[in-house]
């Protein structure tokens, strides 16, 4: 195609610098910077020696850093339980769940999430990742990454979540950990793991492995009202437990040959999950009798899924520069059996008598693979270094659905077994090519950075029998400013133009009845990327030598926002409503036909929407964190954190003006640490609160409110070898409020005519670890 022809050509030209006559002075002093220090001493990371603070980086975009002390402390099971504890990262998940990460309160779809610098395939539908799938024990730090470079993807309108991974070159030594968690409901749950560092072979190799007990009792309750302020209809208490275990492993080994150094890098994560949930209707709001008995509901989800990724890199000198050859592979596999069977009850008699016990069996495969080719090379040109390169990648995403339903209307008889299964199947294929060039420099206390990304993409998609194709292509300017305008102060600015593309499920093309009450939904093989220009400008301050405290404010301009529109088609059960209207007046009418008097007159009042790149938003917000020694107030062994992110934007949809769906108006978290040195102890708490979120989707609206999580750890050193915490989180038996308006199409939605107005409420009890760490 002409565009790939372009990315070729453009690539093509950026090779032709190799052979220019240039200086090679900015090269060579980034290559000493490359130069590794002494590996960290694995026993620094069993005992610290001292508190740790965000790091104060030196790049010229606007990154925030955190090593994995400064989570540690407080035992963080997850990656999702390490970005609690930063600037804007906000969840909108079951409570005790942090998985989809919502940088700046944006959907997960908005957020790039990296693994070592590189993207990785995840479970969502929005190409989101769910962070809680690694372990904390597998990372060194985690990066917010707050702006665009031409040298990564532009997939990341909310910004960047870069999770380092532990590099042999970094670390040397062996540890291992050990340790149990107790929950609200008694259960226990066990949790081991080791790493490992070493000159092997003529250069240096890390290995870890970690198993994780997973453990999340929760319960529900839900009342359902006709309208806000109306009459009760019914009530549902739920149990759901979320019980499993998650098995990873990471390696790394790194060697210098000949000018340049060979990385291998892999992981693998595998998640053993069982989802169960067991609801009981009831028609009164208090009562739990067999006389107010409308349904029981059991469902049980067993899940399997397998994330792993494999990489080798080679960077080496080359004509007077620095070039990088790197090949990666990941994948993603899940495979979910779920099963969910209902018993109903007619309450219009009394007591409610037997009606029908049904059964769905879904079964649900997915397979997404992604295999990526990066060429580049740095190379000095006077006092500024030049970067050019080209990254191509493959993905495929296969996934098949298989659906059964069985029912008896005998009380006391069985379900039938689940034989017969209707199945579909999808495909999605991207193939990307981007090329980019990017130049940098530094004149006294100013460093800048200025490059283009030409973003080039084909897509071709196929549902069952039914097969489609797009290609798009994008131009992604950034820019970035730094001034160190005194030595502990700091100016930032940067400018960039990103991109969101579509969710899988929006572009296939399948008919899904009833996805938005009575509406269908069918998908738009041909929707392009959102589009979103973006300005972050930060101040930063040294405090002392090992605190910081920093400022920003970020601006997006997101334009071909992918909305719903109504196609004008009627819905199937609009056509449905339609056709039982008739055969009724047919019954009552013998002979009648269209001319009779009468005749019902099709008016649809639901309709089939599909979604198209038509509306524009804006995203806004202001961004404080602090991490410092109190040393000033003569408390250097009391350690300060906070941070506190205000969140907004401005969305029109048909139904008028709103925020980004599921956007936390604001995210904030303070906590302490304190060493007491004489006694080889420390101790520190941590608490967390975020604003409430609101969701406006096609016949429904959402409205949630999450409770503050308060997190407490005391920690005993014995040496220099060993560690032991004790750690408490969700002290407070938080809880996650929610309230759901629901309507049967978008005139009731516009009318306030409602089909249901739902009150829930989800809470758990508090979770107790104790963890012993040992290094040899």
């Known amino acids: 195609m002409k565009r790939n022809l372009l990315a070729a050509a453009m690539s093509r030209a950026l090779l032709c610098v190799l052979v220019a006559p240039l200086s090679f002075a900015a ?3 980034e290559a000493a910077a490359d130069a590794s220090p002494d590996p960290k001493q694995l026993d620094a990371v069993v005992v610290q020696a001292q508190i740790a603070y965000r790091n104060r980086t030196d790049a010229v975009a606007p990154v925030l850093s955190y090593d994995l002390e400064y989570f540690q ?3 963080p099971l997850t990656v999702g339980d390490m970005l609690k504890r930063v600037p804007s990262v906000a969840f909108v998940s079951d409570v005790l769940e942090y998985d989809g990460a919502q940088l700046r309160g944006l959907d997960p779809g908005y957020t790039q999430i990296l693994i070592n610098g590189k993207k990785v395939p995840g479970a969502g539908n929005d190409r989101s990742f769910f962070v809680d799938r690694i372990p904390a024990e597998l990372v060194e730090r985690i990066e917010i990454v707050r702006s665009t470079s031409a040298n990564r993807s532009g997939d990341a309108v909310a910004g960047a979540l870069n999770i380092v991974l532990r590099d042999a070159y970094q670390f040397d030594g062996r540890y291992v950990r050990a340790g149990a968690m107790h929950f609200d409901d008694g259960q226990w749950k066990g949790t081991y793991g080791a790493v490992a560092s070493g000159e092997v072979g003529g250069g240096r190799l890390l290995g870890g492995i970690n198993v994780q007990g997973r453990y999340n009792p929760k319960v529900k309750r839900s009342d359902r009202f006709e309208e806000p302020g109306g009459d009760f209809t019914d009530r549902e208490d739920q149990d759901d437990t979320r019980d499993g275990d998650d098995y990873s492993a990471n390696l790394s080994y790194t060697r210098d040959i000949g000018t340049g150094r060979l990385s291998i890098d892999g992981f693998y994560v595998r998640t053993d999950r069982t989802e169960t949930e067991h609801s009981v209707e009831y028609n009164d709001p208090s009562s739990t009798s067999r006389d107010n008995l409308l349904s029981i509901n059991d469902q049980v989800e067993d899940i399997d899924q397998d994330n792993w990724s494999l990489g080798v890199e080679y960077v080496f000198d080359m004509a007077g520069g620095r070039t990088e050859l790197d090949l990666d592979h990941a994948r993603f596999d899940e495979d979910t059996v779920s099963t969910e069977e209902e018993s109903g009850f007619d309450d219009e008699d009394t007591p409610p008598s037997f009606d029908e016990r049904e059964g769905t ?14 060429l580049a090379h740095k190379r000095g040109v006077g006092a500024t270094t030049v970067e050019f390169g080209v990254d191509w990648m493959d993905k495929q995403r296969d996934t098949t659905l298989q659906v059964s339903e069985v029912s008896t209307d005998e009380e006391d008889a069985a379900l039938p077994p689940y034989e017969e299964f209707e199945r579909a199947t999808s495909r999605i294929e991207e193939t990307r090519i981007d090329p980019y060039l990017m130049f940098s420099g530094a004149t006294g206390t100013l460093a800048w950075e200025a490059g283009l990304r030409y973003e080039t993409t084909d897509v071709d998609v196929a549902a069952d029998e039914d097969t489609d194709s797009n290609d798009y292509s994008m131009l992604l300017p950034s820019a970035h400013l730094k001034w160190d305008f005194t030595d502990a102060d700091r100016l930032l600015f940067s400018v960039g133009r990103t991109v969101r593309r579509p969710n899988f499920d929006q572009v296939l093309p399948l008919l899904l009845e009833e996805e938005f009450g009575d509406n269908d939904f069918a998908g738009n093989p041909q929707l392009d990327p959102e589009r979103a220009w973006g300005v972050d400008f930060g101040y930063e301050r040294r405090l002392g030598t090992r605190g910081v405290f920093g400022v920003n404010v970020f601006y997006r301009d997101v334009k071909d926002l992918i909305e719903l529109v109504n196609t004008g088609e009627p819905s199937a059960t609009a056509v449905g409503d339609y056709e039982d ?11 009648a036909d269209e001319s009779t008097p009468g005749f ?10 599909t979604a198209r790149n038509v509306g524009d938003g804006k995203v806004y917000g202001i961004e404080f964190d602090l991490s410092t020694p109190l040393t000033a107030l003569g408390l250097p062994d009391t350690g300060l954190f906070v941070n506190y992110s205000w969140l907004d934007s401005k969305v029109d949809d048909a139904f008028g003006e709103r925020r980004f769906n599921n956007q936390a108006k604001y995210v904030y978290n303070v906590g302490f640490i304190h060493d007491v040195r004489a006694w080889g102890m420390s101790f520190g708490a941590s608490y967390r609160r975020q604003g409430d979120a609101y969701s406006r989707m096609l016949a429904e609206e959402v409205s949630t409110h999450y409770d503050g999580d308060l997190e407490v750890f005391v920690e005993k050193r014995f040496g220099e070898r060993m560690s032991v915490r004790l750690t408490g989180s ?3 038996d938080a809880s996650k409020d929610e309230f759901f308006n629901k309507f049967d199409n978008a005139a009731d939605q516009l009318a306030r005519d409602f089909d249901e107005y739902e009150r829930e409420t989800e809470s758990s009890g508090p979770v107790y670890q104790l963890i012993a760490r040992y290094s040899f």
């Open 27 to 29: 090269v060579a002093d």
């Open 73 to 75: 402390r407080f035992e």
């Open 361 to 374: 069996r879904t079964l649900t495969d997915i397979r997404d693979r992604e295999t990526t080719f990066k």
């Open 581 to 591: 209207e008739v055969e009724e007046f047919l019954d009552e009418n013998p002979g």
């Open 600 to 609: 019902p007159e099709f008016d649809p009042d639901s309709f089939v929407y």
């Open 730 to 732: 969700n002290l407070l």
